[in-house]
C-alpha cells in the first residue's frame, strides 16, 4: 500500500520562506497527478496546488498564486511545495495526495478525487 510522508512544516515569520516534500513509499505515482492540500484549525480542507505527472502542468489556488511553486522529481517519487511570501492565512497542516484516475485530463482541485493521503505537516506564520 502507497504511503505518502510530508515534511519540511515548521514555524515562520511572515514573508519568510518553507519548502514541503512529499515522499511516497510503496508504490511509484508515475501517471498520476499529485496534489498538496491544506487544513486551517475549524475549516474544511482546501485545495493549494498541483501537478501532472509529467510536470508540465500545474494548477494553483488563487491564495497562493505567485508565491507558492509545485514540482515533482518522479524518479524520487517526490513532490514539493515551495512556499514565499509566507503569510499568517498560510497557516494550515499541509497534505499531499494523489489522483485516483491515471492520465486525467484536467488538473482537479477537489479533495474527493485524491486518494493516499499523508499524516500532513504544520506550518505556522507568525504575524
Known amino acids: 500500500q502507497a504511503q505518502l510522508v510530508e515534511s519540511g512544516g515548521g514555524l515562520v515569520q511572515a514573508g519568510g520562506s518553507l519548502r514541503l516534500s512529499c515522499a511516497s513509499s510503496?508504490?511509484?505515482?508515475?501517471?498520476?497527478?499529485m496534489g498538496w492540500f491544506r487544513q486551517a484549525p475549524g475549516n474544511q480542507r482546501e485545495f493549494v496546488a498541483a501537478?501532472?505527472?509529467?510536470?508540465?502542468?500545474?494548477s494553483y489556488a488563487d491564495s497562493v498564486k505567485g508565491r507558492f511553486t509545485i514540482s515533482r522529481e518522479n524518479a524520487e517519487n517526490t513532490i514539493y511545495l515551495q512556499m514565499n511570501s509566507l503569510k499568517p492565512d498560510d497557516t494550515a497542516v499541509y497534505y499531499c495526495?494523489?489522483?485516483?484516475?491515471?492520465?486525467?485530463?484536467?488538473?482537479?482541485?477537489?479533495?474527493?478525487?485524491?486518494?493516499?493521503w499523508g499524516q500532513g505537516t504544520q506550518v505556522t506564520v507568525s504575524s
Open positions: 501537478i501532472a505527472w509529467r510536470g508540465g502542468s500545474t
Open positions: 495526495a494523489a489522483d485516483r484516475i491515471p492520465l486525467r485530463p484536467v488538473l482537479s482541485p477537489n479533495t474527493y478525487e485524491y486518494d493516499d
Open positions: 510503496g508504490r511509484t505515482f508515475n501517471g498520476y497527478a
